[in-house]
């Protein structure tokens, strides 16, 4: 996303060597170094030679040759210092720029002028080093990295260091306004339907612009239950049905007789959606009023009515 471009360049009307760095927002890229082998050159020799890197592409660029005999230009890449090497173009008079994609490494290039007899033999040399590319560290969390929330509300933790501007959107729906990037927490309210919900975040700079994602589980619907009571002589058998979105988890359960708790259990969700349990408590002879209240892992609880039974 973000990298760094560095030009270097020989003169040969001073035999200096020029530096020129332009820092972008993050480094990426690598260092140019650009030296003489020797101070004898051919009178067809390109007057200026240098370098410009970003991402591992090299870039080179030269002024044209002031000798009017000329043809055009051999340009010669090599890994050891003061090798020719190979030719990897030949070029018109017309063309002052050649470009290429090379791994990390050092390489050494040179550039001949020739007519129709021969080059003008230069042996001067650019030196290029390439470095490692080092990817932008850009992240998005949702809620400290939870897995569910029963809340469409929620708390994104931000950071894309290097960037300019970036935006946010729910995925499928559109995105907000670039804004002026700004690392830390946000609120962020997620989309109304129920499931995996997907936040994107996207930045940029004058280099280009990443994307990251992040998802979390909206589940702000309590399980859904029945019961069915049989009351015999003494005692009442409670049976439970529970339904729930979220198959493999676990559905927390209390019941009430009379306004005072009589039993705690849990129900497993199966692969379907679905757990029973059944219940068994001693009760004495009358009318009695019980109810269930029944709550899932991530907090949507329900509770039933209070519900009249008489036992024998």
Request: glycine fraction near 8%; include cysteine; aromatic fraction near 10%.
């Amino acid at each position: 996303m973000a990298k760094n471009n560095s030009f270097f360049g020989i003169n040969k009307d001073d035999g200096f060597v020029i530096i020129l760095a332009l820092f972008a927002l993050t480094v990426i890229s690598g260092i140019f170094i650009a030296f003489p082998l020797s101070d004898s050159e051919g009178e067809m020799s390109v007057s200026y030679f240098s370098a410009l890197v970003s991402n591992g592409n090299i870039q080179l660029n030269w002024n044209a040759s002031e000798d009017p005999t000329i043809l055009g230009y051999n340009l010669y890449r090599s890994s050891e210092d003061g090798s020719l090497g190979d030719e990897i173009a030949n070029l018109s008079t017309s063309e002052t720029t050649f470009s290429e994609e090379l791994e990390p490494g050092t390489y050494y290039y040179t550039i001949r002028a020739f007519d129709n007899q021969s080059d003008d033999g230069n042996v001067k040399q650019l030196m290029v080093v390439v470095t490692e590319t080092e990817e932008p560290s850009m992240s998005l969390t949702i809620n400290n990295g939870e897995e569910y929330t029963n809340s469409r509300t929620v708390t994104l933790e931000l950071s894309a260091p290097g960037a300019d501007e970036c935006r946010l959107r729910n995925s499928g729906e559109d995105w907000t306004d670039w804004e002026s990037y700004d690392s830390g927490k946000r609120s962020w309210q997620l989309s109304e339907e129920q499931g995996e919900k997907t936040v994107e975040y996207q930045c940029k700079n004058e280099d280009g612009d990443s994307s990251v994602s992040s998802s979390i589980t909206l589940d702000n619907q309590p399980p859904k239950f029945y019961m069915l009571a049989t009351p015999q002589k003494q005692e009442i058998t409670i049976r439970i049905v529970v339904f729930d979105e979220n198959p493999n988890t676990y559905v927390n359960c209390a019941l009430e007789v009379d306004g005072q708790p009589d039993a705690v259990f849990e129900v497993e969700i199966s692969e379907e959606g679905k757990g029973n349990y059944i219940h068994t408590s001693s009760i004495s002879s009358g009318s009695h009023q019980f109810s269930v209240n029944c709550s899932d892992e991530f907090g949507n609880a329900k509770k039933t009515g209070e519900y009249s039974i008489t036992v024998k």
